[in-house]
Protein backbone atom coordinates (compact mmCIF):
# COMPACT_ATOMS: atom_id res chain seq x y z
CA UNK A 1 0.00 0.00 0.00
CA UNK A 2 1.28 3.19 -0.62
CA UNK A 3 -0.21 6.56 1.17
CA UNK A 4 -0.04 9.85 -0.83
CA UNK A 5 -0.84 13.68 0.21
CA UNK A 6 -0.84 16.75 -2.11
CA UNK A 7 -0.35 20.03 -1.04
CA UNK A 8 0.14 23.34 -3.05
CA UNK A 9 -2.51 24.54 -4.48
CA UNK A 10 -3.98 27.82 -4.24
CA UNK A 11 -5.61 30.58 -5.88
CA UNK A 12 -3.96 32.64 -8.84
CA UNK A 13 -4.36 35.04 -11.51
CA UNK A 14 -3.93 33.83 -15.70
CA UNK A 15 -0.31 33.82 -16.55
CA UNK A 16 0.64 32.68 -12.77
CA UNK A 17 2.22 30.07 -11.90
CA UNK A 18 2.14 27.04 -9.01
CA UNK A 19 4.05 24.13 -7.83
CA UNK A 20 2.13 21.36 -6.23
CA UNK A 21 3.66 18.80 -4.26
CA UNK A 22 2.69 14.85 -3.68
CA UNK A 23 4.65 12.88 -0.83
CA UNK A 24 4.68 9.37 -0.46
CA UNK A 25 5.61 6.67 2.29
CA UNK A 26 6.59 3.78 -0.08
CA UNK A 27 8.65 5.58 -2.74
CA UNK A 28 10.87 3.08 -3.90
CA UNK A 29 10.24 2.39 -7.66
CA UNK A 30 6.83 3.12 -8.59
CA UNK A 31 5.05 5.38 -10.81
CA UNK A 32 3.77 8.39 -9.49
CA UNK A 33 1.68 10.74 -11.48
CA UNK A 34 -0.47 14.11 -11.46
CA UNK A 35 -4.19 14.46 -12.45
CA UNK A 36 -6.92 16.75 -12.77
CA UNK A 37 -10.54 16.76 -12.99
CA UNK A 38 -12.92 19.68 -13.66
CA UNK A 39 -16.29 19.37 -12.33
CA UNK A 40 -18.50 17.56 -15.11
CA UNK A 41 -15.49 16.08 -16.87
CA UNK A 42 -13.22 13.16 -16.53
CA UNK A 43 -10.19 13.18 -14.19
CA UNK A 44 -7.22 13.42 -17.15
CA UNK A 45 -3.31 12.74 -17.02
CA UNK A 46 -0.81 15.66 -16.51
CA UNK A 47 2.48 14.03 -16.12
CA UNK A 48 4.12 10.70 -14.27
CA UNK A 49 7.46 9.70 -13.09
CA UNK A 50 8.83 6.82 -12.25
CA UNK A 51 10.36 7.47 -8.65
CA UNK A 52 14.30 6.65 -8.01
CA UNK A 53 15.36 6.17 -11.62
CA UNK A 54 18.52 6.64 -12.85
CA UNK A 55 17.38 7.26 -16.20
CA UNK A 56 15.12 9.80 -15.15
CA UNK A 57 11.52 8.80 -17.05
CA UNK A 58 8.87 11.18 -16.96
CA UNK A 59 5.67 11.20 -19.24
CA UNK A 60 3.51 14.05 -19.92
CA UNK A 61 -0.51 14.16 -20.92
CA UNK A 62 -1.56 16.00 -23.81
CA UNK A 63 -3.75 18.72 -22.49
CA UNK A 64 -0.95 20.67 -20.28
CA UNK A 65 2.02 20.09 -22.70
CA UNK A 66 4.93 22.95 -22.45
CA UNK A 67 3.65 24.37 -19.34
CA UNK A 68 4.49 21.61 -16.85
CA UNK A 69 7.46 19.96 -15.43
CA UNK A 70 6.90 16.97 -13.33
CA UNK A 71 10.10 16.31 -11.10
CA UNK A 72 11.64 14.70 -8.11
CA UNK A 73 13.39 14.92 -4.78
CA UNK A 74 14.15 11.20 -3.58
CA UNK A 75 15.77 12.08 -0.21
CA UNK A 76 12.25 14.21 0.90
CA UNK A 77 10.07 11.06 -1.60
CA UNK A 78 8.37 13.98 -3.00
CA UNK A 79 6.88 14.44 -6.45
CA UNK A 80 6.84 18.00 -7.86
CA UNK A 81 4.48 19.29 -10.80
CA UNK A 82 5.36 22.75 -11.49
CA UNK A 83 2.31 24.57 -13.62
CA UNK A 84 3.69 27.72 -15.54
CA UNK A 85 0.95 30.17 -17.89
CA UNK A 86 -1.71 29.01 -15.66
CA UNK A 87 -5.18 29.61 -17.45
CA UNK A 88 -8.93 29.53 -16.13
CA UNK A 89 -9.22 26.47 -18.03
CA UNK A 90 -6.83 24.95 -15.53
CA UNK A 91 -9.16 25.36 -12.75
CA UNK A 92 -9.70 22.28 -11.40
CA UNK A 93 -8.78 19.36 -8.75
CA UNK A 94 -5.14 18.05 -8.94
CA UNK A 95 -4.52 14.82 -7.76
CA UNK A 96 -1.74 12.45 -6.79
CA UNK A 97 -1.81 8.74 -7.34
CA UNK A 98 0.40 5.80 -6.92
CA UNK A 99 0.84 2.73 -8.98
CA UNK A 100 3.44 0.28 -7.41
CA UNK A 101 2.75 -2.48 -10.13
CA UNK A 102 4.46 -1.00 -13.24
CA UNK A 103 7.82 0.65 -14.73
CA UNK A 104 6.38 2.49 -17.54
CA UNK A 105 3.97 4.47 -16.56
CA UNK A 106 0.59 5.35 -18.13
CA UNK A 107 -1.99 8.48 -18.07
CA UNK A 108 -5.06 6.08 -17.41
CA UNK A 109 -6.34 7.09 -14.33
CA UNK A 110 -7.20 3.26 -13.41
CA UNK A 111 -4.05 2.12 -13.24
CA UNK A 112 -3.47 4.02 -10.14
CA UNK A 113 -5.00 2.13 -7.31
CA UNK A 114 -3.92 4.68 -4.15
CA UNK A 115 -4.76 8.11 -4.44
CA UNK A 116 -4.51 11.36 -2.77
CA UNK A 117 -7.80 13.22 -1.73
CA UNK A 118 -6.68 16.22 -4.07
CA UNK A 119 -5.73 20.01 -3.83
CA UNK A 120 -7.60 22.78 -5.39
CA UNK A 121 -6.30 25.31 -8.37
CA UNK A 122 -8.27 28.05 -8.79
CA UNK A 123 -7.61 29.96 -11.81
CA UNK A 124 -8.95 33.47 -12.04
CA UNK A 125 -8.93 36.05 -15.25
Known amino acids: RVQVAESGGGSVQTGGSLTLSCSAD??????MAWFRQSPGKEREGVAA??????????YYGDSMTGRVTISQDSDKRTVYLQINSLKPEDTAMYYCAADPGHWLCAMTPSTYPYWGQGTQVTVSS
Open 26 to 31: NYERIC
Open 49 to 58: IYTNDDYGHV
